[in-house]
């Protein structure tokens, strides 16, 4: 399978906290995503990080990719109550027709 | 989830029974796709149409068969529903006919197969 792993599964914060969620993958990459998922809604795509990039910011996002590693990590520095959803990794993996493919996710819930 | 627009949000079918999901969008976007989300198993790529009239086959198609009968709306349609096709169904966008970049989501079916 060509998806990406998240880690941890589950991850549980207190309010004001960062976050630290990691994504490896098996294959080389054109580009890694990673989306937001709240309960009972469809996936929303938060930030994109292309091959020859290292890391990229987007408010409180920050999102590293290391290629030789194969790995990948987002960051949500002081987290809120309503960061609470479940976070997919996305990788383009190169290679003839390939689609985008997801990860498990990872859930992570911020207490008030 | 502005912009792609699914039908219907829930759905309960028996065994045997046949349906289509519909998706519509007004982003006037290229590239179509259908998902399923099972839990533990992340998304699943069923179908996907880069363009109007084009459709491909993506990681799960067996049991499903899709549309694109034009840039708007792509349907994916269930010919003998089974149990283990019980899942939420995403459609989601891009922009790009080849390229990979960011998806556009739909609020998501879900249907039970009993």
């Known amino acids: 399978s060509q998806q990406g792993e998240e880690d941890p599964q589950a991850l549980s914060i207190q309010e004001g906290e960062n976050a630290t969620m990691n994504c490896s993958y098996k294959?080389?990459?054109?580009?890694l995503q990673w989306y937001r998922q709240n309960s009972g809604r469809g996936l929303v795509h938060l930030i994109l990080?292309?091959?020859?990039?290292r890391e990229k910011h987007s408010g409180r996002l920050r999102v590293t990719l290391d290629t030789s590693k194969k790995s990948s990590s987002l960051l949500i520095t002081a987290s809120r109550a309503a960061d609470t959803a479940s976070y997919f990794c996305?990788?383009?993996?190169?290679?003839?027709?390939?689609?985008?493919?997801f990860g498990k996710g990872i859930t992570l819930s911020v207490r008030p | 989830n502005a912009g792609v627009t699914q039908t219907p949000k829930f759905q309960v079918l028996k065994t045997g029974q046949s349906m289509t999901l519909q998706c519509a969008q007004d982003?006037?976007?290229?590239?179509m796709y259908w998902y399923r989300q099972d839990p533990g198993m992340g998304l699943r790529l069923i179908y996907y149409?880069?363009?109007?009239?084009?459709?491909d086959k993506g990681e799960v198609p067996n049991g499903y068969n899709v549309s694109r009968l034009n840039k708007r709306e792509f349907s994916l349609r269930l010919e003998s529903a089974a149990p283990s096709q019980t899942s939420v169904y995403f459609c989601?966008?891009?922009?790009?006919?080849?390229?990979?970049?960011?998806?556009?989501f739909g609020s998501g079916t879900q249907l039970s197969v009993l």
């Open positions: 996305a990788t383009d993996w190169t290679g003839a027709n390939s689609k985008l493919t």
């Open positions: 294959t080389s990459i054109n580009n």
């Open positions: 990080i292309r091959s020859n990039e």
């Open positions: 982003m006037n976007h290229n590239s």
């Open positions: 149409s880069a363009s109007e009239g084009t459709t």
């Open positions: 989601a966008l891009a922009r790009g006919l080849a390229t990979n970049e960011k998806l556009f």
